[in-house]
C-alpha cells in the first residue's frame, strides 16, 4: 500500500513538471500552428541558467525568477528571428525542421557550456528533508512541487480564461486573421505567447532539476513526453494539457515501477488507444 | 556573379543529364579499384544512408507524411538480421544466407510497418509526426532495457557479413570490396524501383496526396490504402538498409533507433532536396562526407548540422536539387 502511495504522489509529481511543459506548448500550438521541437530544449535551458544562478547567487528563489525570464527573452528573440518567416498554412514541416535545428544547437551548446555530466541540484534548503504525509514519509520538495504545480495550472487558467489577454490569446487559437483584422496586433500576441511558453518550459526545468539532475540527453526525453502528453490530451487546450500530463506521468512511474523494461512501452499503450478513440486526443481542438 | 555561374550549371546539368547519371554509375563500378578501405568504407555507409533516406523521401517527400521516427524501421532491420545472424549467445545464429535472411528482414519489418502505419495513419500533419516519433523512442527503449533479448545498450555483436548460397554453392561478401558491390546492387535495384514507382500511376497518387488530399478523396481515391502502402514500402525498404549497416559494422545497437538517426535522415532529405530521389542520395553523401572533412566540424557537429538545416529551411527549403533546378 505504501508503495503505491508513493508511486502515486511521484507520478504526481513528474504530472505537475509535464502540464508545466505541456502547458506552453499546447498554447503555442493552438495559437501559431506551430509545435516547437526546441520546446525540451527551453526546459533544459532553464535547469542550467538555473543551477548557474544558484551558485552564483546562492539562492534558487532568484533561479526560479530569473531563469524563465532570460530564456523567455531568448524566446522572443527565436521568435523574431526565425519562426517569424515560417508562418502559413503549408509550412508546418518547415516549422518543424527549424526548431529541431534550434534545438541540436541547444543541446550542443549547452554540452559545451556546462560539460557532458550529470549535475546533481539540491532543493533549496527551506524545503529539504522528508515529511510525514498520508501514512508515509515523503520529500518535502516533492509536496512542494505538486502544490506549485497545481497554483500554476490555477495562475494559467485564470489567465487565459478570466483576462482580457487571456480572451484575445483565445480568439487568436480560434481565428488568427480574424483577431487580426478586428485591430489587434497579432504578431504582438504571438510573441506573448511564445514568451510565455518557452518561459514556462524553463520555469519547469528550474523546478525539475533538484529531481532529475541535468544531463545531456534530458532535452529529448522531457521533449517525448510532452509530445506524448499532447498527443493524448489535445493540442490547444489548458485541460487537454492537464487530463494528458496526469495519465503520461501516471503511465511513465507507475510503469517504471513494475515494469522498467518496457516503461516506455505503457505510454505508447496509452497514446496508441487514445489515436484510436479520438484521433486528435482526448480533448483537443477537432479539425486541426 | 554567383547567380550567373549558377545559371550556367543549371543548363549544363539539363543538357548532360543522362550523360551524369552514366558518369555517376560508372564511377560507382571503378570505386573500389581506386580508393583506400577507408574511402571504400565511407562510400559503403553512404550508399546505406542513401538507402534509408531515399525511403524516407517516399514519405515525406512524396506522400506529405512528416514521419520523425523512421529510424525504427531502419533499427528494427539491423536487430531482426541481428537476432537471426549473429553468433552472439543472445542471438539465434541460424544462418548469413540472404536468401533466407533477406525474406525475413523484408517480413519481419512490413508487419510492424503494418500495425504502425494502421495507427499513425489515423492522423496526419503533426499527430503522425508525433506518434511516429514515440514509436521509435518506444522501440529505442525496449532495445535499452530489454538487454536478455537486445543485448541492452552494447546491442548485438558478432553479425557475419552475408553469403549468398543455393544448395552446394556459396558465395560469401565477407571482404569489403564484394560487400560494396552488393550495396551498390541492391542500391541500384531499390533507386529504379523506387523510379518507376514514383513515375506510375500509384506515385502519382502519392504527390496527388501530398498537394491536396481532400481533392483526390473527392476524385474517388482511397487515400488511406495508398498512403498505408507507401508507409509500408518505406518502412521495408528502411529496414533493408539497417540490415546492411549490422552486416557492414557486424553489430545492431540502440543507436540505429534513436531519434538523432531519424533526424538525421530527415536532414540528408531536406539539405538533398525533398521530393526528388537524387536529392537524398546527395544529402546522405554530404551529411556522412562532412565530418571526415575538417576536425573542428566533428567536435561542434550538431551545432553544424542545425545551422546547415536552419539555412536550407529558411533559404532553399527545395535542397540542394531545388538550387539546381533554379526552384525555390
Known amino acids: 500500500m505504501d508503495t503505491i502511495t508513493i508511486q502515486f504522489l511521484n507520478g504526481l509529481v513528474f504530472s505537475m513538471l509535464l502540464f508545466v511543459m505541456a502547458a506552453g506548448l499546447s498554447l503555442m500550438f493552438g495559437q501559431m500552428n506551430v509545435i516547437n521541437l526546441a520546446h525540451g530544449s527551453y526546459y533544459m535551458l532553464g535547469g542550467y541558467v538555473g543551477l548557474t544562478m544558484v551558485r552564483e547567487f546562492e539562492s534558487f528563489w532568484i533561479a526560479l525568477i530569473l531563469a524563465p525570464v532570460m530564456v523567455g527573452t531568448l524566446g522572443i528573440i527565436i521568435e523574431y528571428f526565425f519562426l517569424r518567416r515560417l508562418y502559413g498554412a503549408h509550412r508546418h514541416l518547415d516549422q518543424v525542421l527549424c526548431t529541431y535545428g534550434i534545438a541540436l544547437i541547444a543541446a550542443d551548446l549547452i554540452r559545451w557550456t556546462w560539460g557532458p555530466y550529470v549535475v546533481a541540484v539540491p532543493p533549496p534548503p527551506q524545503l529539504q528533508g522528508q515529511v510525514p504525509f498520508l501514512g508515509i514519509q515523503f520529500p518535502l520538495y516533492r509536496l512542494s512541487l505538486i502544490a506549485f504545480g497545481i497554483i500554476i495550472a490555477t495562475l494559467l487558467w485564470i489567465f487565459i480564461e478570466r483576462t482580457r489577454i487571456g480572451m484575445i490569446v483565445r480568439a487568436g487559437v480560434s481565428d488568427a486573421r480574424m483577431v487580426s483584422a478586428l485591430g489587434i496586433n497579432i504578431h504582438f500576441v504571438f510573441a506573448g505567447v511564445f514568451a510565455l511558453s518557452t518561459a514556462l518550459a524553463a520555469l519547469a526545468g528550474v523546478i525539475g532539476a533538484p529531481i532529475h539532475s541535468l544531463y545531456p540527453g534530458l532535452d529529448f526525453e522531457i521533449l517525448i513526453m510532452t509530445l506524448a502528453v499532447v498527443v493524448v490530451g489535445g493540442l490547444g487546450t489548458l485541460k487537454g494539457a492537464f487530463l494528458g500530463s496526469i495519465l503520461i506521468g501516471m503511465a511513465d512511474t507507475f510503469g517504471k515501477a513494475f515494469m522498467p523494461e518496457f516503461a516506455l512501452f505503457f505510454i505508447f499503450a496509452v497514446m496508441a488507444i487514445v489515436l484510436l478513440l479520438r484521433p486528435s486526443g482526448l480533448l483537443g481542438l477537432q479539425g486541426r | ?328
Open chain 2, 1 to 328: 556573379m554567383i547567380a550567373n555561374y549558377l545559371h550556367d550549371i543549371r543548363f549544363w546539368l539539363a543538357s548532360h543529364h543522362q550523360a551524369v547519371l552514366s558518369a555517376a554509375v560508372i564511377v560507382a563500378i571503378v570505386y573500389p579499384f581506386a580508393v583506400t578501405t577507408y574511402i571504400l568504407s565511407l562510400g559503403i555507409e553512404v550508399l546505406i544512408f542513401a538507402i534509408f533516406a531515399m525511403s524516407l523521401d517516399l514519405l515525406l517527400g512524396y506522400t506529405g507524411l512528416p514521419s520523425f521516427g523512421h529510424a525504427a524501421f531502419f533499427g528494427l532491420g539491423a536487430y531482426i538480421l541481428a537476432y537471426f545472424s549473429s553468433h552472439s549467445e543472445l542471438a539465434l545464429g541460424l544462418t548469413d544466407n540472404l536468401l533466407i535472411t533477406l525474406p525475413i528482414v523484408i517480413l519481419g519489418t512490413a508487419l510492424v510497418a503494418v500495425m504502425l502505419g494502421f495507427l499513425a495513419l489515423r492522423t496526419s500533419g503533426i499527430y503522425f509526426l508525433m506518434i511516429t516519433l514515440a514509436f521509435a523512442q518506444m522501440l529505442f527503449s525496449i532495445a535499452i532495457r530489454w538487454s536478455s533479448v537486445t543485448g541492452g545498450s552494447d546491442g548485438l555483436t558478432g553479425i557475419p557479413r552475408p553469403t549468398l548460397g543455393i544448395g552446394q554453392w556459396k558465395y560469401s561478401f565477407d571482404d569489403r570490396p564484394s560487400f560494396y558491390y552488393l550495396v551498390l546492387m541492391i542500391f541500384l535495384i531499390l533507386w529504379w524501383m523506387l523510379r518507376r514507382i514514383v513515375r506510375s500511376p500509384f506515385g502519382l497518387a502519392l504527390r496527388g496526396i501530398r498537394v491536396n488530399e481532400q481533392r483526390m478523396r473527392a476524385l474517388g481515391y482511397n487515400t488511406f490504402r495508398y498512403k498505408f502502402a507507401a508507409f509500408v514500402l518505406a518502412g521495408v525498404i528502411a529496414g533493408l538498409a539497417g540490415m546492411l549497416l549490422a552486416q557492414f559494422f557486424w553489430h545492431a545497437v540502440p543507436q540505429n533507433l534513436f531519434w538523432s538517426m531519424s533526424g538525421q535522415a530527415l536532414i540528408m532529405v531536406i539539405v538533398g532536396g525533398a521530393g526528388t530521389l537524387t536529392g537524398p542520395v546527395i544529402g546522405a553523401a554530404l551529411i556522412r562526407l562532412l565530418p571526415n572533412l575538417a576536425s573542428t566540424y566533428t567536435q561542434r557537429s550538431e551545432t553544424f548540422m542545425g545551422v546547415v538545416l536552419i539555412l536550407f529551411v529558411l533559404f532553399a527549403p527545395g535542397g540542394i536539387i531545388g538550387v539546381l533546378r533554379g526552384r525555390r
